[in-house]
Antibody
Framework: EVQLVESGGGLVQPGGSLRLSCAASGFTFSSYEMNWVRQPPGEGLEWVSYISSSGSSIYYADSVKGRFTISRDNAKNSLYLQMNSLRAEDTAVYYCARDDGDSNDVWGQGTLVTVSS | SSELTQDPAVSVALGQTVRITCQGDSLRNYYATWYQQKPGQAPVVVIY???SRPSGIPDRFSGSSSGNTASLTITGAQAEDEADYYC????????????FGGGTKLTVL
């Protein structure tokens, strides 16, 4: 079964850091580009970051540029999002999603990040 | 980056046809992907490419595009179609699916 499972969310104080992980299974992870997408409570979807299949090409939304770092370990079938200098407006459910060339066709269940003092 | 604009809310009577639209410059060059999201769940693709449906998506869902506008049509809406719908397209370079619409909440009356 093709599956993505996020972990690492939780409560963190403003200015703090958190590292999210996304474990992939059921497909050849190293062949796919990946995205992180977030959704603040009660709001819409917001793209956060993209990484190419090899990890050589990376992009970020302006709202997280300079604070978040996306990475992947193809040997471990895992995607990561290192989040530093967290702000209240970063509070959201964070999803990892597989880009199959046409769409983000597979999504994880999401992990909630709450930034609050 | 660019923006995609959707109506915040749309309603449809049970069994009738409804169209949800998405406008943005990127749609002149790239197809929109449409996602359905129900409360507490991750988004699910309902339409991608020119007008393709993933396995398991009912054929009452269809997509079209003209100029800078993409549309999702549900022909014969069912109660289970009540959900939020998001359009998604590539950025101006075409590299990543980095643009989302604000979402449309569909109510089935």
């Amino acid at each position: 079964e093709v599956q993505l499972v996020e972990s690492g969310g939780g409560l963190v104080q403003p200015g703090g850091s958190l590292r999210l992980s996304c474990a992939a299974s059921g497909f050849t992870f190293s062949s796919y580009e990946m995205n992180w997408v977030r959704q603040p409570p009660g709001e819409g979807l917001e793209w956060v970051s993209y990484i190419s299949s090899s990890g050589s090409s990376i992009y970020y939304a302006d709202s997280v540029k300079g604070r978040f770092t996306i990475s992947r370990d193809n040997a471990k079938n895992s995607l990561y999002l290192q989040m530093n200098s967290l702000r209240a407006e970063d509070t959201a459910v964070y999803y990892c999603a597989r880009d199959d060339g046409d769409s983000n066709d597979v999504w994880g269940q999401g992990t909630l990040v709450t930034v609050s003092s | 980056s660019s923006e995609l604009t959707q109506d915040p809310a749309v309603s449809v009577a049970l069994g009738q046809t409804v169209r949800i639209t998405c406008q943005g410059d990127s749609l002149r060059n790239y197809y929109a992907t449409w996602y359905q999201q129900k409360p507490g769940q991750a988004p699910v693709v309902v339409i991608y490419g020119k007008n393709s449906r993933p396995s398991g998506i009912p054929d009452r869902f269809s997509g079209s595009s003209s100029g800078n506008t993409a549309s999702l049509t549900i022909t014969g809406a069912q109660a289970e179609d009540e959900a939020d719908y998001y359009c998604n397209s590539r950025d101006s370079s075409g590299t990543y699916l980095g643009v989302f619409g604000g979402g449309t909440k569909l109510t089935v009356l």
